[in-house]
């Protein structure tokens, strides 16, 4: 089993960053890649921000380009979301996705969710 725990959200003032943390725990696993998806405050849609592959290839949802840089510390079995110049439609609850092997099967994992909500 893995336990997959997001931080780092708030609030923030338009133009603000943060930097949101996705720290997944347990035995016997190795991430094969992990991903940020947001869900919108009228719960309607969850929708992919970025990915990360254990070999570091990345990918951004259109609306993040340029502002949000993905990453991922291998040691640690952490990976991180920075996001700068956040604008108030980034409000959302992000989520954490990290998929996992783990002997010859491959497990998908979900974190609790961390708020952010940009707003002055």
């Known amino acids: 089993q893995v336990q997959v725990v997001e931080s780092g959200g708030g609030l923030v003032q338009p133009g603000g960053s943060l930097r949101l943390s996705c720290a997944a725990s347990?035995?016997?696993?190795?991430?094969?890649?992990m991903g940020w998806y947001r869900q919108t405050p009228d719960g309607k849609r969850r929708e992919m921000v970025a990915?990360?592959?254990?070999?570091?290839?990345?990918n951004y949802a259109d609306f993040v380009k340029g502002r949000f840089i993905i990453s991922t510390d291998n040691a640690k079995n952490t990976g991180y979301l920075q996001m700068n110049s956040l604008k108030p439609e980034d409000t959302a609850t992000y989520y954490c996705?990290?998929?996992?092997?783990?002997?010859?099967?491959?497990?998908?994992?979900w974190g609790q969710g961390t708020q952010v909500t940009v707003s002055s």
């Open positions: 996705n990290t998929i996992v092997k783990t002997g010859r099967n491959y497990r998908e994992y």
């Open positions: 347990g035995s016997s696993f190795s991430i094969v890649s």
């Open positions: 990915t990360i592959t254990s070999g570091e290839v990345v």
